[in-house]
């Protein structure tokens, strides 16, 4: 087997971050992630790159009128209301902020763009450990979104948790949707129990992903059923955004290359992942760095025969070497 390159994107819009931010404040930042997107899309049809693209179902909607045709129904009852994407939609509902929540011209591109995969992120960003949720409205959800894609002509296989909730009670569910790919979070200790997500963890987090030791990579051999015919895959690491700390961004660039190459020669699977909405600051920049990553993988290529594959492809090449 050669060294893999997957990669993985959380594409939410709004519906990622709105219990965090005020909608007013990000209306560029969003517009930015709207133009970023092709601009993605050409840098990896240039580099050819397949990439999985965990899409928030809500996205699929035109406009409010259809979101609220929409709405499962059975909806998530958490504890904590403030989570509620159909409670804070209803309280934002204007044509004003369509173009933050919803996207099928995108969706549609990225369907069209050759060796991109289309998966879910749920439909409503659905926080699968958070109090007061429970499986049947999780079904519900997926329900939702699998409804939505095959109207579209998508059968959906992967499957990326909102918040790297990662909740393997729910994998039966998934299953029944046809959907076989989990993207899991990587084995480091500060990054399971994510809906708690304490100061440490965040601090740790943030730390490795300029210092550490090369190790985010992984065999085949790691990547086994859970329930019958569903794979978690674990992400490697996550492509922070431009700062304006340039040393920074040099650590970070460094870190992963250097992964990469690791992943190259030892035959492994590195895993990078990110938010298109992470680009919304900076996006001439982010697409640079992202084109150097690119630029990096072309030369392991050449090199190593290291190859670039989404989701569902890496779950076949998994299974089919086992056999």
Not at 34 to 40: D, G, L, Q, T
Not at 112 to 137: D, F, I, M
Not at 281 to 301: A, G, H, V
């Amino acid at each position: 087997m050669q060294g893999t390159l997957v990669i993985s994107l959380d594409f939410e819009l709004l519906w990622g971050v709105f219990d965090k931010v005020d909608w007013r404040e990000k209306k560029e930042y969003f517009q930015n992630t709207r133009k970023v997107i092709p601009e993605m899309l050409k840098l990896f049809e240039k580099y050819e790159i397949s990439c999985t693209w965990a899409t928030v179902g809500m996205l699929f909607n035109e406009n409010w009128e259809e979101w609220n045709e929409n709405i499962p129904e059975l909806i998530p009852d958490y504890n904590n209301i403030e989570l509620s994407a159909y409670r804070y939609g209803k309280s934002i509902a204007s044509k004003e902020t369509e173009a933050l929540c919803f996207a099928p011209e995108l969706i549609k591109l990225i369907a069209e763009t050759p060796n991109q995969e289309l998966g879910t992120h749920t439909y409503s960003h659905y926080y699968c450990l958070e109090r007061g949720q429970n499986q049947a409205a999780f079904k519900k959800d997926l329900e939702k979104v699998v409804e939505l894609a095959r109207k579209q002509g998508v059968d959906m296989r992967s499957l990326v948790f909102p918040r790297n909730q990662y909740n393997e009670d729910y994998l039966k569910v998934c299953a029944e949707f046809g959907i076989t790919n989990i993207r899991s979070n990587p084995k480091d200790w500060y990054w399971q129990d994510t809906q708690k997500d304490s100061l440490a963890q965040k601090i740790f987090r943030t730390g490795d992903a300029y210092l550490g030791f090369c190790n985010k990579s992984y065999k085949n051999e790691e990547i086994f059923q859970i329930q019958p015919g569903v794979v978690p895959q674990m992400a490697s690491r996550l492509l922070r955004p431009y700062s304006d700390i340039k040393a920074l961004n040099n650590m970070k660039l460094k870190r992963i290359i250097s992964e990469m190459e690791k992943a190259a020669r030892k035959n492994e699977i590195y895993h990078l992942w990110w938010h298109p909405h992470n680009f919304g600051n900076n996006p001439s920049r982010n697409l640079n760095e992202l084109e150097e990553i690119l630029r990096c993988y072309k030369k392991l290529k050449n090199l190593y025969g290291m190859k670039s594959i989404h989701m569902n492809e890496l779950k076949l090449q998994s299974l089919k070497i086992k056999l």
